[in-house]
């Protein structure tokens, strides 16, 4: 390998790795070449690791400036606009409709303000061949229904910092419930869907979380097992939010 550094940027890793694999059977030496060290080596292993431990701060600071110069962007009203059915972008990274998508996402909509659930959508469009954004797959499930109805784009606005990387070690994307700053720019582009529409639809999505809340609440039960190996026991239901 190059360096520690292009081995790995997490010293726990790069340990256990190192470990994993000189405890094989014959062992397995790693040789890194701008360093000058071999894992087979028994005084290796401090050098590597503080090297290694290096690498992860640099990762840390480089992951800290990218999320700094992002949210930066999104204080100044410059978004990120990732490609979505419907809208493809022009030359200047704006927004375009593209008609042969809109009418999907218009009638995925209208399907919904109708009363069609979101699985009796997914099935209605794979049995009727309608490709999905990447033309490859053109079976859809009810989640991509729902991230369609969800999307603000449709309406014309951008929300922006709706989700961050936690965790730069994990890169784990989670949801954005307050824990950093959120930006919301109206009229950003031009609209396939109109903004009642959009925000009636977002009323019927939320009034079917409630009553699906509702629904769990309901079941949560205390059962005692009677009988059997596990009698005595209670059953715990993972589901259960309380």
């Known amino acids: 390998t190059k360096s520690v550094s292009r081995f790995a940027r997490n010293l726990v890793d790069c340990i256990s790795t190192i470990r994993l694999l000189k ?5 397995v030496g790693i040789y890194f070449e701008n360093d000058r060290l071999n894992t087979l080596d028994q005084t290796s292993e401090t050098f590597i690791a503080f090297i290694s431990c290096m690498a992860q701060e640099e990762s840390a600071k480089k992951s800290e ?26 030359s200047d990274g704006k927004y375009v409709i593209v008609e042969e998508e809109a009418k999907i996402v218009r009638m995925i909509f209208s399907f919904y303000l109708d ?31 729902i991230s369609i109805l969800r999307n603000e784009k449709y309406c ?46 977002q009323e019927l999505l939320e009034n079917w979380r409630t009553r699906n809340k509702r629904k769990v609440r309901k079941r949560q039960k205390i059962v005692t097992v009677k009988r059997g190996r596990f009698a005595g026991y209670i059953i715990i239901d993972t589901s259960w939010t309380d």
Request: overall charge positive.
């Open 115 to 145: 009363g069609y659930s979101t699985t009796s959508i997914a099935d209605s469009l794979t049995r009727a061949g309608v490709p999905t954004i990447t033309g490859q797959n053109p079976i859809w499930s009810p989640n991509v229904v």
């Open 156 to 201: 014309g606005d951008v929300a922006m910092q709706k989700t961050f990387v936690k965790d730069y070690l994990t890169h784990k994307t989670v949801k954005n419930t307050g824990q950093v700053q959120a930006y919301l720019l109206l009229k950003h582009h031009k609209p396939i869907i109109a903004k009642a529409e959009w925000e009636r639809v």
């Open 65 to 90: 400036a990218v999320k700094y110069g992002i949210r930066k962007k999104f204080a100044v009203g410059i978004p990120r606009c990732p490609r979505i059915l419907g809208y493809d972008k022009d």
């Open 23 to 27: 405890n094989l059977t014959p062992p």
